[in-house]
């Protein structure tokens, strides 16, 4: 069975830092790229961040660059977001993904298998 489960997320303030993990199982994990989401109420799901396992591919949204950091524990077959510099505008369910394709993408649209999502909420 193909499981991802985010965790990490909370209560910040602005400013602050937190860092997701993905756990995943059930899928060749070194063999799938991987990637960050994020929906806030009222509005659409977001690409934050993707990668690539197989190949030195990372993407990031200009909304997040220079502050979010993707990673990969292949050994552990988790994935890691790391954000700092957290904004109110940052808030929502973060959700990760995981998708069989040598060039991952921030569209939604085609990843394989997603987690339940993890809760970030970034108060002023």
């Known amino acids: 069975e193909v499981q991802l489960v985010e965790s990490g997320g909370g209560l910040v303030q602005a400013g602050g830092s937190l860092r997701l993990s993905c756990a995943t199982s059930g899928f060749p994990f070194d063999d799938f790229a991987i990637g960050w989401f994020r929906q806030a109420p009222g509005k659409e799901r977001e690409g934050v961040a993707c990668?690539?396992?197989?190949?030195?591919?990372?993407y990031y949204a200009d909304s997040v660059k220079g502050r979010f950091t993707i990673s990969s524990d292949n050994a552990n077959n988790t994935n890691s977001l790391q954000m700092n510099s957290l904004k109110p505008e940052d808030s929502g369910v973060y959700y990760c993904?995981?998708?069989?394709?040598?060039?991952?993408?921030?569209?939604?649209?085609?990843?394989?298998?997603w987690g339940r999502g993890t809760q970030v909420t970034v108060s002023s």
């Open positions: 990668m690539s396992n197989t190949h030195d591919i990372k």
């Open positions: 993904a995981a998708d069989l394709i040598v060039w991952p993408s921030l569209l939604t649209d085609g990843w394989d298998y």
